[in-house]
């Protein structure tokens, strides 16, 4: 009879291996890492400017008050009102002075009011102003055709170029 248990104890031992193998086998597929996921990069953010200094803030904003007042100069202009543009360009020329593009755009309006009101002299000096600040200074090509301000600066530059 020993024989029929040796049988029943491995046939026993058998089925334990096999329920504890399969337990293992579920423990592995628990611990099991999942599959790694796509990593997304995010491009890095240039750094931030560094903050205004109080005197480039200060710089702004009197760039800001030139331009302002050059632009209140052109629409009087615009307007027809050449003796206000005259006037407001006397009182706007040390607004103005700093900033060299913006003083010659006021110069050049005061020459073409000076023109268009008769003061031929007084056009030619605002334009000699303005090639002794920059001898680049030129009108545009819609600009240098006008017959009373054309032949004038025409003649400035001229002169200007010879010296």
Not at 7 to 30: G, H, M, N, P, R
Request: proline share 10%.
């Amino acid at each position: 009879m020993k024989k029929p248990r040796i049988y029943v104890s491995v046939t026993i031992a058998f089925a334990l291996a096999s329920l504890l193998s399969s337990c293992a086998e579920d423990q592995v597929k628990k611990t099991e890492v999942p599959p790694a996921q796509p990593v997304v990069v995010e491009p890095a953010k240039p750094p931030a400017p560094p903050p205004e200094t109080p005197e480039q803030i200060a710089e702004k904003a009197a760039r800001a008050a030139a331009q302002t007042d050059l632009d209140s100069l052109i629409a009087l202009y615009n307007n027809g009102d050449y003796h206000g543009e005259i006037k407001h360009f006397g009182s706007s020329t040390e607004v103005l002075k700093p900033y060299k593009d913006l003083e010659l755009q006021g110069l050049k309006y005061t020459a073409f009011s000076y023109c268009l009101i008769g003061r031929t002299s007084l056009c030619r000096q605002q334009f000699e102003k303005a090639v002794k600040l920059d001898p680049s200074f030129d009108l545009l090509p819609g600009e240098k055709g006008h017959p009373l301000w054309g032949p004038v600066f025409e003649r400035v530059k001229k002169k200007e170029g010879s010296n």
